[in-house]
T-cell receptor, first 113, second 112 residues
Framework: QQQVKQSPQSLIVQKGGISIINCAYENTAFDYFPWYQQFPGKGPALLIAIRPDVSEKKEGRFTISFNKSAKQFSLHIMDSQPGDSATYFC????????????FGGGTRVLVKP | DTGVSQNPRHKITKRGQNVTFRCDPISEHNRLYWYRQTLGQGPEFLTYFQNEAQLEKSRLLSDRFSAERPKGSFSTLEIQRTEQGDSAMYLCASLLGFSEAFFGQGTRLTVV
């Protein structure tokens, strides 16, 4: 059962543009929603995270928007740079379930110079 | 470098052989998780430890898989009688309490 659905699967954006990745979840027990960035051959690295009592969180060029009623959240990458080219994963976890992460399927982002 | 160390980074093995991977978490982190990631997919949870106790195992973890965390420090994941379907990246993550999870670089397993 895929509890976190992520779209699109891939994304091409021009340098300086905005990348938008969307995720939807089913389990209302989830209480923490991180985004991870992964480069080929490397482990996922935490980018930014949000809790459901907040509707938006911004860190530098990265913003998470969270809609609790719709059970959706999204990542916006502003002023996209070639170095942002990577695979991005949304995830969710709950304390009640031992904080294990449930990941979306990933979005491969390519930023063209 | 997140401070979570995994060894080896790559492992090529013949079908039917046993393999063992090691994860050294960040020293003060009491929780340690194993995930498996196949090409083009998100990581999937396998099992986790709180200190030395294994608290949960996923249905993905067949009886050919076993994990240990002696003394609540490093952890090992063993796969017996490997199959081609076991080929994947095996990721380890650690965290303290309910803090952020930090992942290692992973061990890439190829079963030929």
């Amino acid at each position: 059962q895929q509890q976190v659905k992520q779209s699109p699967q891939s994304l091409i954006v021009q340098k300086g543009g905005i990348s938008i990745i969307n995720c939807a979840y089913e389990n209302t027990a989830f209480d923490y929603f991180p985004w991870y960035q992964q480069f080929p051959g490397k482990g996922p690295a935490l980018l930014i995270a949000i809790r459901p009592d907040v509707s938006e969180k911004k860190e530098g060029r990265f913003t998470i928007s969270f809609n609790k009623s719709a059970k959706q959240f999204s990542l916006h990458i502003m002023d996209s740079q070639p170095g942002d080219s990577a695979t991005y994963f949304c995830a969710a976890r709950s304390k009640a379930a031992g904080n294990k992460l449930t990941f979306g399927g990933g979005t491969r982002v390519l930023v063209k110079p | 470098d997140t401070g979570v160390s995994q060894n080896p980074r790559h492992k090529i093995t013949k079908r039917g052989q046993n393999v063992t991977f090691r994860c050294d978490p960040i020293s003060e982190h009491n929780r340690l998780y194993w995930y498996r990631q196949t090409l083009g997919q998100g990581p999937e949870f396998l099992t986790y430890f709180q200190n030395e106790a294994q608290l949960e195992k996923s249905r993905l973890l067949s009886d050919r898989f076993s994990a240990e965390r002696p003394k609540g420090s490093f952890s090992t994941l063993e796969i017996q009688r490997t199959e081609q379907g076991d080929s994947a990246m095996y990721l380890c993550a650690s965290l303290l309490g309910f803090s952020e999870a930090f992942f290692g670089q992973g061990t890439r397993l190829t079963v030929v």
